[in-house]
């Protein structure tokens, strides 16, 4: 059973720092794209980064210059270090895995997420 257990979420104040961690367990890590997305209150979700299995990174563009993605595969966890936070980064951050790619997947899984806020 694949399980992705998110932590590192918190509350912090606009231009500070945090990093999410994705503790994921029960499929092959190596095999999967991996990403954070997340969700404000009244907004839909939104895609926020993605790693692939070769390495490749992308991101929304909200997120570009201040957040970085990573994975550490010999422990199957999934990393967002976020920085210069924004009220507007106010969010559930969501862990999610997906093959074959994030593109155009078969499978997902899906954490429950983590909490970040961010005041003024």
């Known amino acids: 059973q694949a399980q992705l257990v998110e932590s590192g979420g918190g509350s912090v104040q606009a231009g500070g720092s945090l990093r999410l961690s994705c503790a994921a367990s029960g499929y092959t890590f190596s095999s999967y794209c991996m990403g954070w997305s997340r969700q404000a209150p009244g907004k839909e979700r939104e895609g926020v980064a993605t790693?692939?299995?070769?390495?490749?990174?992308s991101y929304a563009d909200s997120v570009k210059g201040r957040f970085t993605i990573s994975q550490d595969s010999a422990e199957n966890t999934l990393y967002l270090q976020m920085n210069s936070l924004k009220p507007e980064d106010t969010a559930m951050y969501y862990c999610?895995?997906?093959?074959?790619?994030?593109?155009?997947?078969?499978?997902?899984?899906w954490g429950q997420g983590t909490q970040v806020t961010v005041s003024s």
């Open positions: 999610a895995a997906f093959y074959p790619s994030c593109a155009a997947y078969e499978y997902d899984y």
């Open positions: 790693i692939d299995s070769d390495g490749s990174t």
